[in-house]
């Protein structure tokens, strides 16, 4: 079960509908009619995606003991696909080819025979396929939390976020929209109307004459994912420059530290990219010396505790997903499905404590103390640069 044990990764998306009740037989069946394997219809790519219990790829049965945990629902998404082998390919070519080129004169083969054997070897090879021998099969855990009414999709790339988006929506009737940087703060500035603000936003100066007014990774004008470019860079700042503790609006606090990873690059897609690995890559020169030429963090290993429970993880910026998360041990002397139910509560808290760490960023970034704010953190870059030099 992907998210109930080990390190987890996760997408997290919205539903756009009213959360269950309760989960119950009828989420499971709707998982059923639309279990993996079962509809042989593919899509245009020849691609056919299915639900699996979680337990293995070719796990098709449901249970309510195995699938509801603590008010979750738990499922595997499935992506089938069929990968002709290249070296084989190759191989049945060479065989229809030579067969073809046998009589030629020449010893050569024609520009005609060539397309023939092509074609001869795919059609063979596309033949054999049909029983499933050349089908590759992967599954990518999926986790419905009822009280948040969220999804969160074991995987930070968006490969297959389509494939999740469109089977979900022809499961349970309800559309999905991923919580990335840009659409987290909309939903936090409305409880504070301050959506104004974040509509209004750009992209900050944080080196002036070298900082651009657009992001090159963010190609659509209305997306302002770029704000979790900015949170990176903010934390970076403020754990330097003021403390590695921030009060949180629910009056906890979280101490945190940059460790392990940090991935850097160039706004204007002109000086490349860096990535840095590091126990305190933060503190690190060729670091400091990346954002004082502009560069954006688009990736940080982070290192949080809060209520005395700490969580490692990587954050990646534009969509605020989680890689490779270590959550706190369960208590030893629950059983079996206490840890599970535990696990369950972690997962809330160590996205919680992202939720208010991210609104403590916006509560500075969408209101007039964001002008002092930033003019710091330019009097951090330079200082910096001096102390370099």
């Keep these: 079960m992907g998210f109930f044990n080990g390190r987890t990764t996760f997408l997290r998306f919205k539903v756009n509908g009213p959360a269950p009740r309760q989960f119950d037989d009828e989420h499971l069946a709707r998982l059923a009619d639309r279990s993996a394997g079962r509809s042989r219809i593919a899509s245009a790519d020849g691609v056919e995606t299915g639900w699996t219990g979680g337990e293995h790829i070719l796990d098709t049965e449901f249970d309510?003991?195995?699938?509801v945990i603590n008010d979750t629902l738990t499922f595997d998404l499935r992506v089938d696909t069929d990968k002709l082998p290249a070296d084989l390919l190759r191989a049945y070519y060479a065989v229809e080819l030579k067969a073809l080129a046998k009589n030629n004169p020449s010893g050569f083969a024609s520009a005609r025979q060539k397309r023939e054997a092509k074609e001869i070897a795919r059609e063979r090879l596309e033949q054999e396929s049909k029983d499933g021998r050349y089908k590759k099969r992967k599954c990518v855990p999926v986790l419905w939390d009822r009280l948040t009414n969220e999804v969160l999709f074991g995987a930070t790339s968006l490969t297959q976020v389509d494939r999740l988006c469109s089977l979900f929506n022809q499961t349970f009737g309800s559309e999905l929209e991923c919580v990335t940087a840009g659409r987290r703060a909309y939903h936090l500035?409305?409880?504070?109307?301050?959506t104004r603000l974040v509509d209004d936003s750009g992209p900050s100066a944080f080196v002036p004459g070298v900082s651009p007014t657009d992001v090159a990774w963010?190609?659509?004008e209305s997306s302002r994912d770029f704000i979790g470019n900015e949170f990176l860079l903010w934390l970076w700042y403020y754990t330097d420059v003021e403390s590695d503790t921030i009060k949180l609006a629910d009056n906890s606090e979280v101490t945190l530290m940059i460790a392990r990873t940090l991935?850097?690059?160039c706004p204007r897609g002109q000086t490349g990219h860096e990535t840095i690995t590091h126990e305190g890559p933060s503190r690190l020169p060729e670091a400091r010396r990346a954002i004082q030429s502009g560069k954006l963090p688009r990736k940080a290993g982070l290192t949080l505790v809060r209520h005395s429970e700490q969580y490692e993880l990587t954050l990646h910026a534009e969509?605020?997903?989680v890689g490779g998360a270590k959550l706190p041990p369960p208590d030893e002397a629950a059983d079996a499905r206490g840890k599970l139910?535990?696990?369950?509560?972690?997962?809330r808290a160590l996205i919680e404590t992202l939720d208010l760490l991210y609104d403590a960023f916006g509560q500075k970034r969408f209101s007039r103390d964001w002008e002092t704010e930033l003019a710091g953190m330019q009097k951090w870059l330079k200082r910096e640069e001096r102390r370099a030099a």
């Design 218 to 220: 963010i190609a659509d």
């Design 189 to 194: 500035a409305e409880g504070a109307s301050r």
């Design 64 to 67: 309510l003991e195995k699938n």
């Design 319 to 321: 969509t605020l997903g």
């Design 263 to 265: 991935n850097l690059e």
């Design 341 to 347: 139910d535990d696990r369950a509560n972690q997962l």
